[in-house]
Each structure stands twice: as C-alpha cells, then as structure tokens.
C-alpha cells in the first residue's frame, strides 16, 4: 500500500474547497426553484452544462485512447452506475430539494458512507464490527432526529423529502460500489465520463418526454449566473478539486475533510434562504456527523 506523507497546507485547502462547492449545490438550485425553474430543467441543464468540461478532462488526464477504447463490459457497468445515481438518484435529490430545505437534504446525503458499510458486509458476509455497528447506528438515529424525531408535525412534513434523500444516498453507495469493481481496470476517468454521458442522455430524454421540448436557459442574467454557478462551482470543479485531493491526500483523509460539508450548507441556507434547523436537529446533524467521522477512521484504521 502506498504510503502517504503528512498533508501540506494546500492539500487540505484543495479538499476543504471541494467538500465546500458540493455543499453550495442545494443553494444555487433552491435559488433558482424560487426563480420559477423545475428541477428537471435545473437538472438536464446542469448535466448538459458540465458534461463537455467533464469529457475534456477526461481526455486530458486519461488520453483519448483509455476513454475510447473501453471494454464492453466495464462500458455496461460504468453507464448503469450512471443511469443509477447521476439520473435516477440525482432527480430524487433535486425533486427532493423542492419540498425541504437545503440543510437537511445535504446532512441526509451524507449518510451513504454508513450504506457503503452496510453494503459490504452484505456482500462479504461477514459482520462489521462493534464499532462500525455503534457507528452506524449513530448515523442512523442522527437522520431520526434531523427529519423531525420526536416532533410528529416535523416529521410528517420532512418524511416524504427525507425518504427520496436517502434513496438518493443509496444510489450513491451503490455507484461507489461500481466504481471499485470498474476503475482499477479503465480507470477513474473514463468510469466518470461515461456514467456521466449515460445520465445525461436519459435526462434529456426525459426532459423532452416531460416538456415536450429540450429545455434552455431563461431569465436573463441572473438565472444564468446561478445555472454557471450550479455546473462550475456546485458541480464540475469541486468534482475535479475532490479527484485531486484523494490524489494528493488519499481517500480515507479526503472523506474525512468532506464532512465540512454539512456545517458548510447550514451556513449557506442561513445567509442566502433564511433556513435554520431547531438545536434538536442540529444535534441530529452532529450525531450523523460523528458517526460518519468514526466510519471513515475505522476505515482508514483497516486499509
């Protein structure tokens, strides 16, 4: 195994930066929903938008040859896995984003790494252990908690939303699964540009089966400041920044690093929407954190 040195500075800049553009997402949607936009036009157009920038580089890091040439098989795998999550999954998260607020969408989203556990034992037969398992059910009883917990009305108003989050999440869990059967043989690359290219192909197809047309980008300057800044800032470079954190610092720290996230949309869903969650969900939010935080440790601990 391939031995990390201590983390400089800017390597956990690179990371944080990262962890800190996939929170802005339900933001720059949430904006634009309050602008007049479905999620399905939100979503195509943000598909359609980073999908080129994704394909050059691709290219670029991979060489044409590894994101032309690749086997049937891993080409079937890495466009089922994004049919999956970056179709499927994501227009459950952004239907979701139009029925609850950003904050508790992003602290849900963040419990695939306990689904990612439990998958694993699954399929290795083999029972986590006592740690993973306290972990895990820390997790849990932080999304209870956070969707409303002992606040029946809360919880009523937040299931439905919660229910297709963590749907969502599960598609994530299942296309990290993918992404570790495929990306030793082609690589992660071109793994990223076909999934990608397969959930945008059925968005669109989707998009024009729904509208009855391709959808395109309305209202002026300020809707398409917040569409460029959902595909540059949301999407496309804190997906490339998050590649080359995990390049730089590996997987284990870069996970770590990301549950800046979470805090980071609370934040962001005070000063731009006016949400606040009640102390009793930010408990919750902290608890799911943990768990996730003794997750990633416990993994790190075992690689």
């Given at each position: 195994?391939?031995?990390?040195?201590?983390?400089r500075?800017?390597?956990?800049?690179?990371?944080?930066?990262?962890?800190?553009?996939f929170a802005?997402?339900?933001?720059?949607?949430?904006?634009?929903?309050?602008?007049?936009?479905?999620?399905?036009?939100?979503?195509?157009?943000?598909?359609?938008?980073?999908?080129?920038?994704?394909w050059?580089?691709?290219?670029?890091?991979?060489?044409?040859?590894?994101?032309?040439?690749?086997?049937?098989?891993?080409a079937?795998?890495?466009a089922?896995?994004?049919?999956?999550?970056?179709?499927?999954?994501?227009?459950?998260?952004?239907?979701?984003?139009?029925?609850?607020?950003?904050?508790?969408?992003?602290?849900?989203?963040?419990?695939y790494?306990?689904?990612?556990?439990i998958?694993?034992?699954?399929i290795?037969?083999?029972?986590?252990?006592?740690?993973?398992?306290?972990?895990?059910?820390?997790?849990?009883?932080?999304?209870?908690?956070?969707?409303?917990?002992?606040?029946?009305?809360?919880?009523?108003?937040?299931?439905?939303?919660?229910?297709?989050?963590?749907?969502?999440?599960?598609?994530?869990?299942?296309?990290?699964?993918?992404s570790?059967?495929?990306?030793p043989?082609i690589?992660?690359?071109?793994?990223?540009?076909?999934?990608?290219?397969?959930?945008?192909?059925?968005?669109?197809?989707?998009?024009?089966?729904?509208?009855?047309?391709?959808?395109?980008?309305r209202?002026?300057?300020?809707?398409?400041?917040?569409?460029a800044?959902?595909?540059?800032?949301?999407?496309?470079?804190?997906?490339?920044?998050?590649?080359?954190g995990?390049?730089?610092?590996g997987?284990?720290r870069?996970?770590?690093?990301?549950?800046?996230?979470?805090?980071?949309?609370?934040?962001?869903?005070?000063?731009?929407?006016?949400?606040?969650?009640?102390?009793?969900?930010?408990?919750?939010?902290?608890?799911?954190?943990?768990?996730?935080?003794?997750?990633?440790?416990q993994?790190?601990?075992?690689?």
């Amino acid at each position: 195994m391939r031995q990390l040195s201590p983390p400089r500075h800017a390597d956990l800049m690179i990371a944080a930066a990262a962890a800190v553009g996939f929170a802005s997402k339900g933001i720059f949607a949430k904006l634009l929903y309050a602008r007049g936009w479905d999620f399905e036009s939100v979503l195509t157009l943000r598909s359609l938008g980073a999908l080129p920038i994704v394909w050059i580089w691709a290219v670029w890091r991979a060489g044409p040859t590894a994101v032309c040439r690749i086997p049937l098989a891993a080409a079937t795998g890495a466009a089922g896995a994004g049919a999956l999550c970056y179709c499927a999954g994501v227009l459950m998260n952004f239907y979701a984003l139009t029925l609850m607020t950003a904050s508790i969408e992003r602290v849900l989203l963040f419990s695939y790494p306990s689904m990612v556990v439990i998958l694993h034992a699954l399929i290795q037969r083999r029972a986590p252990s006592r740690r993973v398992i306290a972990a895990v059910a820390l997790t849990y009883a932080g999304i209870l908690v956070v969707v409303g917990g002992p606040n029946l009305a809360t919880l009523h108003e937040n299931a439905f939303g919660g229910g297709l989050v963590l749907s969502c999440a599960l598609t994530f869990a299942l296309y990290y699964l993918a992404s570790e059967r495929w990306t030793p043989a082609i690589g992660s690359a071109p793994f990223t540009v076909i999934a990608l290219t397969s959930a945008t192909l059925l968005l669109v197809g989707i998009s024009v089966a729904h509208h009855g047309h391709l959808s395109t980008l309305r209202g002026g300057v300020p809707d398409a400041l917040l569409m460029a800044g959902l595909i540059l800032f949301a999407t496309v470079l804190p997906m490339l920044l998050m590649t080359e954190g995990v390049r730089r610092l590996g997987a284990q720290r870069a996970a770590l690093i990301s549950t800046i996230g979470p805090p980071t949309t609370l934040l962001m869903g005070a000063l731009f929407l006016g949400e606040r969650l009640s102390p009793v969900q930010c408990l919750g939010a902290l608890l799911i954190l943990g768990g996730i935080a003794v997750l990633q440790t416990q993994r790190s601990a075992n690689a």
